[in-house]
């Protein structure tokens, strides 16, 4: 069993307890209704590649740990059209997974993948779309918000929910009111020799303790990188499809008549 751990920016206390109200209260619900009536089908913040000789080095740590973003992107093109506003959400979700250098881009056929916090699905969609050769692609979320979502918590999962050869947790376990519990279930849920890969908000002198829950659980980690300067890149673009949506909201055009 081993992981892959992705980490992105600090934060501090006050302003974890703000996103979680923010997120719990708020954002998520708000999301879910939106959702329903806008094209809105990813919630997070993005990743886009830097320059690494203008915008600063990547941090890698690990056997793993580099810099794919050539592969990432020559992967994602081959499955979204140039111009795509969804481009950083997805390459939030290559960047995870391609932590997992022994089989990316290609995992075993048959393979699959168990998405944990998958939101509206958007990365589910994605997913399935870029790598066929996932056998299946499960979601499970808190607030699920639509058909073929499991409704569960991270720190609950149903007994049935087993034998993946991939997880995912993307900009989720920020949330979780206990992360030992949710690694514990990921461990669990995995097959052996299983994949989880995990991207998140984490304060920078928390991550020893994150480290340390995790090799509690069983994981081994494989690769971990800071990724906070694409992250930031990401959310300027995420920003931008996010004006446009407002805009076609405004003049009315995504508008979708659902009664
Ligand atoms: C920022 S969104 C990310 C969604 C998706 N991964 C994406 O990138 O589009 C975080 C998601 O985690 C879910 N979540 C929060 N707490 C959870 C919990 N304890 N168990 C399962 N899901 C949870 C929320 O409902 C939300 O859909």
Redesign the pocket.
């Known amino acids: 069993m081993i992981l892959v751990d992705l980490i992105l920016h600090p934060i501090n206390t006050s302003l974890k307890l703000y996103y979680w109200l923010f997120g719990r209260f708020i954002l998520?619900p708000l999301m879910g209704w939106l959702a329903r009536r806008i094209d809105v089908r990813?919630?997070?913040f993005g990743y886009l590649p830097i320059d690494s000789g203008r915008e600063g080095r990547p941090t890698s740590v690990g056997r793993g740990a580099g810099n794919k973003d050539d592969v990432i992107m020559k992967h994602v093109r081959k499955f979204l059209p140039t111009g795509d506003l969804t481009l950083a959400h997805c390459l939030l979700y290559e960047k995870a997974l391609s932590m997992c250098e022994q089989y990316y881009p290609q995992f075993p056929e048959g393979a699959r993948l168990l998405e944990?916090?998958?939101?509206?699905g958007?990365?589910m969609g994605w997913l399935r779309k870029a790598h066929p050769e996932f056998i299946d692609v499960v979601g499970?979320?808190?607030?699920a918000s639509r058909e073929g979502v499991i409704s569960a918590?991270?720190?609950e999962l149903p007994e049935w929910v087993e034998h993946f050869d991939v997880v995912i947790n993307?900009?989720?376990s920020h949330?979780?009111?206990d992360v030992n519990r949710f690694l514990a279930n990921c461990y669990r849920v995995l097959k052996p020799g299983g994949h989880l890969c995990w991207a998140d908000l984490r304060e920078v002198e928390k991550m020893p303790q994150v480290l340390e829950n995790a090799a509690g659980a069983g994981f081994e980690r494989l690769a971990f990188e800071m990724i906070t300067p694409q992250v930031i890149k990401g959310i300027h673009a995420t920003a931008a499809r996010y004006d446009k949506l407002m805009e076609e909201v405004v003049s009315g055009d995504s508008w979708i008549v659902d009664g």
């Open positions: 998520y990813f919630l997070n944990v916090g998958c939101g509206l958007g990365g499970v979320d808190k607030v918590t991270a720190e993307i900009e989720s949330a979780y009111s």
